[in-house]
């Protein structure tokens, strides 16, 4: 099970997220979130990355100056997009892209995988008016796909202690949590860190329709 740790806001958290075993980190460039970092901060988070470690740079409704900068600043391994962007504004970077899909209800998804039909991953995070990830709410992991033309990707609410129980019940190829593991809004704790990974790392995919 890949797992993300995304709203890093700190080096010594990029660091513990990298020694415990996250497969990436997430870093926001949204000013409306409280874990969004500038570039000279997001530059002070990666001289304590290790380097195997997937960075992915995460916007919402962004400029295309504003992507270009981070990327001639950074080295950004993945993009991620949680607004209203279009297919082509996200494939325009020369970077793999993740699109996030809000989930409130079960509905068909198809039509956002043929849009998007570009994208590396789609990541499925809880659906709040006004807000873009990051609130700690999750949705009813039964109506995430089980099925998806690329790799599916797990969001919103998770927790060390109910991790396990996600997997299982959605089959996501990958797990992205964020407040899930805070202390408080960009301050990650090292125990819920060490736990989420633990437990994502061992977790058993145990819906039939998963295999």
Not at 155 to 168: E, F, P, R, S, V
Not at 175 to 181: A, H, K, P, Y
């Amino acid at each position: 099970m890949q797992v993300k740790i995304c709203g890093i806001t700190r080096p010594e958290d990029a660091y513990l997220a990298s020694s415990l075993g996250a497969d990436a980190i997430g870093l926001i460039f949204y000013s409306g979130s409280p874990r969004h970092v500038s570039i000279a901060m997001a530059k002070d988070v990666l001289s304590a990355t290790g380097p195997y470690i997937n960075v992915n740079a995460l916007f919402v409704n962004a400029a295309k100056s504003e992507v270009e900068s981070v990327l001639s600043a950074l080295p950004i391994s993945m993009l991620q997009f949680h607004g209203d962007e279009s297919a082509g504004f996200c494939e325009q970077f020369d970077r793999p892209y993740v699109k996030s899909i809000a989930v409130a209800s079960h509905r068909d998804f198809s039509p956002v995988y043929t849009q998007y039909s570009g994208a590396s991953a789609f990541l499925f995070d809880t659906a709040v008016k006004g807000a873009h990830g990051g609130t700690g709410i999750a949705f009813d992991w039964t109506i995430m796909p089980l099925r998806a033309p690329k790799p599916r990707i797990l969001a919103g609410g998770l927790t060390a202690d109910n991790i396990q129980k996600a997997i299982a019940t959605a089959c996501p190829d990958a797990v992205d949590v964020s407040s899930g593991v805070e202390a408080s809004p960009g301050v990650k704790d090292a125990h819920k860190l060490e736990q989420f990974i633990l437990r994502a790392k061992s977790a058993v995919k145990e819906n039939s329709a998963c295999r």
